[in-house]
C-alpha cells in the first residue's frame, strides 16, 4: 500500500501544479490579447465589388423615402 501512495502521490501533485500553471498562463495570455487585439461589434461592411460601379448602394436614410413616407 505504501508503494502506491509513493508513486500516486508525486503523479497527482505534479498534475495539480500543471493545471494551475496552464490556467494561469491561459489568463494571462487571454488578458494580453483582448489589450492588443480588441474584439469590435458592429454592422459588417459590404464586400468589394458587391454592387455594379453605376449603381451606388442603397442608404436607409433617403430624403425621397422619407418623403414618401409622411
Do not use: W
Amino acid at each position: 500500500m505504501a508503494m502506491v501512495f509513493v508513486i500516486s502521490l508525486p503523479l497527482i501533485l505534479f498534475s495539480v501544479m500543471l493545471g494551475v500553471g496552464c490556467y494561469l498562463f491561459g489568463r494571462a495570455r487571454g488578458r494580453q490579447d483582448i489589450r492588443t487585439h480588441a474584439q469590435t461589434f458592429g454592422v459588417p461592411i459590404a464586400p468589394p465589388n458587391a454592387y455594379p460601379t453605376d449603381q451606388q448602394p442603397p442608404s436607409s436614410c433617403s430624403k425621397s423615402k422619407v418623403s414618401e413616407m409622411v
